[in-house]
């Protein structure tokens, strides 16, 4: 009998478990709506944002966000995981089957970034759609999959460390919510940042990971990947680094049933 | 798997230490033959789950050796997981339907697909879950997340069973239901390490219990060992008829053998007395009743249960 790796098995179970009807529609028809509404919506308010030399449409500029947030939204459904899998016994369960921590984290990494991965193709093809000018090289592309997969794996890190130092529900939800919405509204996902926006939120914004993201996948998208955009992704690569190592170690010092 | 004689668990001077307080475990050693249902019998905070958690990997010991099947515990614990099943004391289920809850579950262990699909079937029969199977786990009653537990882990091979009160919230049917099946596997040769609260299940199913206190095993052995070595007490019920009369207080002042008992209580016509060495008291009691006019009309003479084993010697 063939066997299946461990990590691939506990991939599977994560996504049976993930895949109900109301979670897909929260994952996949969000970021959809999302851009339906705030393209459509914005659009009037927001008449063209300049992006280095060029001036494009809202709706343009708006979709690379989403996908920038649909990575954060597929952190927090993979490193979640582990707290409500410490909260319903099943990890404790898990590590008396036959699977090491290590599958157990490799599961939760390939959950998140198999959403983001699913749900951005649904929002690259949409935005395609809608906006018809997403410039799709070999290298704009494998520039969009690896910022992806970077985000996935440092929301995933963030959500991951937030699953072993929160005990409550509560607190867990509270410091869920906060992080959705600081991140998501303080960041350049939604609207541009520049000289008119309050200083505070323009400097967070500059320090916003999500930012980055979106900064990247932008860049990426239009075909105007500068040096700036490098400079971005090597950023992001840092702080995945440092979140992914930070998370690892938190981990490792989780004793099941606790 | 091997195993250089027949135990499945081999336990010697375990010793498990939290920080700098009283050892949980506290230098035990005992071993579990191969098709053995072994019970591990103690109250709250005796160490019971510490053990547990050791022999199952989830924590290393502080010293001493623990082998199951023949594999360190420390050395090969993932080696140890491939063939053993556990049912936490805790209940644990995924955010699914019971059914789904099973398939998952048999994925997970490699369960090939037309396997799985036939021990869904009588799994979710034998306990009961078929007006449940498309309810989810989190909306069911506890004793029915219980069965779930237990049966979800009859879907996969293993050498080696932990049962942590595996029948918590189950309905007297269904717990014996779940003990007959652990038995019909054990005779098949699935070695079981069972705990319980319920003594009477412990009585019933298993083949050798020790109970342990404070981190120590205090008795070791078969039930009717465990019975004939610390249950010494017995329970003496006389019913009584006549047309004398008589007291507590006169029976404690005459009967000089009752000074040993544990209980005396007189209620109407019946005496019940709780002690040691009753075929004593019983002779002492039927001649005190003659001499007062009366006889005894009634007489039953119960053997000391394992509750009675388990209060004697964590009480001792």
Same mark, same amino acid.
């Given at each position: ?10 991939? #599977? ?16 028809? $969000? ?76 599961? %939760? ?7 983001? $991965? ?5 929002? %690259? ?9 997403? %410039? ?6 494998? $520039? ?68 980055? #993201? ?20 090597? #950023? ?23 | ?27 035990? &050693? ?83 697909? =037309? ?14 879950? =078929? ?68 003594? =009477? ?39 009584? &008829? ?25 209620? =109407? ?48």
């Amino acid at each position: 009998m063939i066997r299946t790796p461990a990590f691939i098995r506990l991939t #599977v179970r994560n996504l049976f478990v993930n895949t109900d009807p109301g979670t897909l529609v929260f994952l996949l028809g $969000l970021p959809a709506l999302y851009l339906l509404i705030l393209g459509t919506m914005f659009v009037s308010l927001i008449s063209g944002v300049s992006i280095g030399t060029s001036n494009i449409s809202y709706t343009l500029f708006v979709a690379p966000g989403i996908i920038a947030i649909q990575t954060f939204t597929a952190g927090n459904i993979g490193g979640g995981m582990l707290w409500s899998d410490r909260r319903w016994g099943m990890f404790e369960q898990l590590m008396t089957g036959p699977f090491r921590r290590t599958d157990y984290l490799l599961g %939760i990494m390939f959950l998140g970034v198999i959403l983001s $991965l699913g749900g951005s193709l649904i929002m %690259i093809a949409l935005s395609y759609y809608v906006t018809g000018t997403f %410039i799709m090289t070999i290298s704009n592309t494998g $520039l969009v999959l690896l910022t992806i997969i970077l985000a996935t794996i440092l929301f995933s890190s963030i959500f991951l460390i937030l699953s072993v130092l929160v005990r409550t529900m509560q607190a867990y939800q509270t410091i869920t919510i906060f992080l959705f919405f600081v991140l998501d509204f303080a960041s350049t996902a939604f609207y541009p940042v520049d000289t008119r926006t309050p200083l505070p939120l323009r400097v967070f914004s500059d320090i916003n990971p999500l930012s980055f #993201v979106s900064n990247v996948l932008r860049s990426a998208v239009l075909g105007d990947v500068t040096s700036g955009t490098i400079f971005y992704l090597e #950023v992001i690569i840092t702080l995945t680094f440092i979140f992914f190592f930070i998370a690892v170690i938190l981990y490792r010092r989780i004793k099941p049933g606790t | 798997m091997s195993s250089d004689d027949d135990n499945t668990i081999s336990v010697d001077n375990l010793v498990k230490t939290y920080g700098s307080a009283k050892n949980a475990v506290d230098n035990i &050693s005992f071993h579990v033959k191969r098709g053995e249902i072994y019970g591990f019998l103690g109250k709250n905070g005796a160490g019971k789950t510490t053990t547990i958690r050791i022999l199952t990997t989830l924590v290393p010991p502080t010293s001493g050796t623990v082998n199951i099947l023949g594999m360190d515990v420390v050395h090969k614990a993932t080696q140890i997981r491939k063939h053993i099943g556990v049912v936490a004391q805790h209940e644990s289920y995924d955010f699914a339907t019971i059914e789904r809850n099973m398939k998952i579950y048999g994925m997970l262990w490699q369960v090939p697909s =037309e396997v799985l699909s036939t021990r869904i079937e009588e799994l979710i029969e034998l306990f009961d879950l =078929e007006r449940v199977r498309k309810h989810r786990a989190f909306e069911v009653s506890g004793g029915e997340k219980k069965k779930l537990q237990v049966a979800r882990e009859f879907l996969h091979d293993m050498d080696l069973l932990f049962l942590d009160e595996p029948t918590v919230g189950m309905d007297p049917i269904m717990r014996r239901r779940v003990l007959d099946y652990v038995k019909e596997k054990s005779r098949e040769g699935l070695s079981v390490f069972f705990t319980t609260h319920i003594l =009477e299940e412990a009585d019933y199913i298993c083949d050798r219990i020790s109970i342990i206190d404070q981190g120590k095993i205090l008795a070791e052995g078969t039930t009717q060992f465990l019975k004939d070595n610390f249950g010494q007490l017995k329970t003496l019920e006389v019913e009584v &008829s006549g047309t004398g009369s008589f007291t507590e207080k006169g029976l404690r002042e005459n009967i000089m053998s009752l000074e040993n008992s544990r209980d005396l209580s007189v209620k =109407e016509n019946k005496i019940t007395i709780v002690g040691k060495n009753m075929d004593r008291t019983l002779e002492d009691l039927i001649l005190y009743l003659n001499r007062m006019g009366l006889r005894a009309e009634r007489i039953n003479l119960r053997e000391s249960s394992l509750d009675d084993v388990f209060l004697e010697v964590v009480n001792k």
